[in-house]
Structure formats: C-alpha cells, structure tokens
C-alpha cells in the first residue's frame, strides 16, 4: 500500500509503484490542471511541487510528475495546483497566479500550470527573494508561445513581494498572504503521524524488482518496464543521503540529489565555481529528483555527474546485499550501457579526494543553456607549477565514446610536461585516438572533435594567442 498526502486529502492505493505520478494524479484523481506534454521531463507542464523531510524540516520541492514513479510519492506531500488553489468561496487568485494574470503571462495556457507551480516552489523557499533566484526556478518551463517576457515581469513582482518574508514562521506568513491554503499549516504534524504507520513493505514484494535511484532518464527509455515492474526506490534511502568530509576524503552517498549536492556548503567550500557548473546540469525539478548513483548506473554517454567525477579520480562503494567492493569509477564502464555491477549491487557511496582550489573545471556545449544534454561535455582536474608545468592531471569527457570517457593516454602524455601550444598540440592528437564520436542529432563527428579541443583548451585557460597557435599548429 502506497500511502501520501495529495493536496489536502490522505491516498491509499495498491496501484503499481512503477506508474507515474502524474497518470495518478490525471487519470485515477481527475485533478487535471496537471498537462501532459513530453512526458520526457523537458517541457515543465506536469510540473508538482512535493513535500518532504529534509534533516527534519519540511521542504517542498519541483519535480515533473511524468518521471516521478508513484512509489517515490510513498510519504510525502504531493501538491497539484489545484492544492494551490484557495478555497471555494474564495474569488481570489493566489498572488503568483494573479501575477501571471497581470503580466499577461498566460498566453495560450497550456504551460501556465507549470510556471505557476515552479513560481510557488519559489516561494515556498525559506530564503529565496532575488529576481535572480525566481528565474532559476522556471528554468525547467518551456514556454511554446515564446512570451518569457511577460513571464519574467511576473517572476519580478513576485520576487519583490519576497522581499516582506519573514525569516521565521515562513510558512504561516505565505499562509496569511494567501500563496497558499490554511491545510498547509497541517501537513507536517499528518505527514509525521503517517510516517509513523507507513512500512517500506509495499515496494519490496513480488514480481521484478527494480531498483531506482531518480528514474529521470531510466523512466522515459523503458517507462512500461517501470510500469510493470516492482519497484524498490533508492531515493528517500536515509543513510545513502549523507555527504561527508572524513579522513582528507569526501563521501557522497549514492541517493544525493544534484540539488542536495548543488547546495551543500562543503561542496560549495571545495568547487568555488559550483554554481555555475550546476546551471549546465539539466534543470530545477530534474536536479531535484536525479541521484548521483542514478547517473552513474544509467552509463548514458553524455552523463554530466559521471565526466564530474571521472575527472575526481573517483572511487565506488558497491554493496550487493551487504558485500562491499570498491572500484575506481574510470575503471566502472566496459561498453555502451555495459557496466561492472552486479544484479542486486548498489552503488553505496562516491569517494573522491577534494582537488586543490582552482585545479578542478567542467565545460558543457549544448543546443540551449538549460535543460538540454550535452552535445560534447568535459571536466579536468590539473595541478600545475607556476611554470605551468603539470604535476599531476585527470580529464573526461562525454559526447565522444559510448560510455562516459576517461582520457588516460592524454592524461599520462601531459604529466611532468609544461604546457606550451607544441605540448597542447600533441596532446589534442592523442586525445583524438582516445575518442570514437558519431555524427547524430547533436552534431556531426568532426564537430564534436572540434568541441572536445575547444573544451580542452578552456580547461587550461589558454590565451587567445596560445589557443591561435594551436589551432594554426
């Protein structure tokens, strides 16, 4: 039995974990102010906003409801802007819906659900009030009529509106505001009171079990697989989410989300230039769902976390019921989608050194800034003298091999060498033995050659006139 709270009313359902939340909330509760669009996460318009513990405080976060299997909604709190909406009776919009209204940021209406859902996540956010932060989270709405800027002048007046939340007590300040209904006041006592009679039971028996650790990829390339199979999620597993500094060495556990990892300050403290990197990273309600481990297992060639920490020289901790072994992640993949794991193995924790401030970088080229898979991407970690000659390096890349690449041959070539244009130059031709890319939607093989150089070269910080005399080489 899957037991949560959808808006304001407590769900028991025996329906399969595997299925969505959104055909949930569309089909089985004809709450259909929830769109269906992509069903791939890419467009925003089943956009929900889901309400969890996180270190005992209740936090809400974005997430699309078609990547969102139901099992993962076992105890939480899941709102659809109809749990948005004030109580009959009542006339008036909430603030961020009559926002849009004002702006004229409806246009034809099929995504509005999806900004105002994002726009009220926002909100929801203890400390969030720059126009900065409002933009950020609709970075995973797609507008079809092209209006962003009606949109973006609603985020401004909500965003302004912010700047009067309270410090403490946000949550009865938003309630008194009308942002939201009064039930919200409730929800953390019932969601504590359900967790109490919950077991984890209804996801572990019968059939195929398959284990999910985000699903944001895996449920849009075999979503009648998920469908059908019982399924045991990863996801909300306590002791996987941790993130540590101990013994010189950072430990993440496997079901850390990129958000949970984006807003850590240990991880801010050891990658000054997070922030920026994260943007390139899928968008708001996908970081908010998507595990480090699920990124890893699902080996896709483009994967962002995986060229992450390949260039870490990252380690694995895989725990197949209770046997641990630990493997270096360069050493994890064997072919395309073929990796060395186990049915049954887990991958329990990612070890990793923290490299020294300013050694560590990460570029991306996609079609468009947010929300798009890379067409090339790469990371590198290199210590240099101030001479410019290397002590020690370790790069990947993605878009370019079957599986996430550890460029070891160029690796190897560039230690205890100085990096002038000759140096740079025979290490471009090395790396181009080390890669095999295919021309397909993202470019043709000779363009992602030329991306994978230019990524190179970035990672060096290389002078316009160093970068000229390399090319001209």
């Known amino acids: 039995m899957i037991r949560f709270i959808l808006n304001d009313k407590l769900i028991e359902t025996e329906l399969p974990p595997g299925s969505t939340v959104l055909d949930f909330v569309r089909y089985h509760k004809r709450l259909t102010g929830t769109k269906i669009g992509c069903r791939e996460g890419d467009c925003g318009a089943c956009t929900i906003l889901v309400g969890n513990f996180e270190k005992d405080k209740l936090v809400y976060r974005s997430m699309t409801s078609c990547l969102m299997p139901l099992g993962n909604a076992h105890g939480k709190h899941i709102v659809s ?3 948005i909406n004030l109580p009959a009776g009542m006339a008036a919009l909430s603030p961020v819906q009559q926002a849009m209204v004002d702006t004229n940021g409806t246009q034809c209406g099929f995504c509005t659900i999806g900004f105002v859902m994002s726009l009220t996540g926002f909100v929801l956010k203890k400390n969030a009030k720059q126009y900065s932060e409002a933009i950020a989270a609709i970075d995973g709405n797609i507008c079809r009529c092209t209006g962003y800027k009606s949109i973006e002048r609603a985020a401004e007046i909500l965003s302004q509106k912010m700047n009067e939340k309270p410090g403490q007590g946000t949550m009865a300040w938003l309630v008194k505001q009308k942002f939201i209904p009064e039930y919200f006041l409730q929800v953390k006592d019932r969601l504590k009171q359900l967790r109490e009679k919950i077991t984890e039971s209804a996801t572990e028996t019968g059939g195929q079990k398959l284990m999910i650790g985000g699903g944001t990829d895996l449920v849009v390339q075999k979503a009648l697989m998920v469908k059908k199979s019982t399924v045991q999620l990863l996801f909300d597993a306590g002791e996987l989410q941790e993130i540590k500094l101990q013994d010189g060495q950072c430990f993440i556990g496997g079901a850390v989300t990129v958000t949970a990892f984006a807003e850590s300050e240990l991880i801010q403290d050891i990658f000054p230039d997070l922030e920026q990197y994260i943007k390139l990273i899928s968008s708001t309600p996908i970081r908010n769902m998507a595990t480090m481990a699920g990124n890893i297992v699902n080996a896709s060639p483009i994967g962002d976390m995986s060229i992450f920490f390949l260039a870490l020289d990252s380690e694995l901790v895989l725990n197949g019921n209770g046997t641990r072994r630990t493997i270096k992640l360069k050493d994890f993949y064997k072919g395309y989608k073929q990796i060395d794991k186990t ?17 560590f970088s990460f570029e991306k080229v996609c079609k468009r800034t947010h929300l798009d898979i890379a067409s090339v991407n790469s990371a590198c970690q290199v210590n ?3 001479d410019r000659t290397i002590n020690d390096i370790h790069l990947s890349a993605g878009g370019v091999a079957p599986f996430p690449k ?3 041959a160029t690796a190897a070539f560039l230690k205890g060498k100085k990096t002038d244009a000759d140096v740079l130059k025979q290490a471009i031709d090395i790396l181009n033995t080390e890669i095999a890319p295919i021309s397909d939607a993202r470019g043709t093989a000779d363009y992602k050659r030329l991306l994978l150089r230019q990524l190179f070269l970035a990672h060096f910080k290389c002078s316009d006139e160093l970068i000229n005399e390399v090319i001209r080489g």
């Open 81 to 83: 802007v109809e749990g």
């Open 343 to 359: 049915i049954g193995e887990t991958i329990e924790q990612i070890i990793f050194t923290p490299p020294q401030k300013g050694s």
């Open 406 to 408: 550890y460029l070891s």
């Open 384 to 386: 240099m003298n101030p």
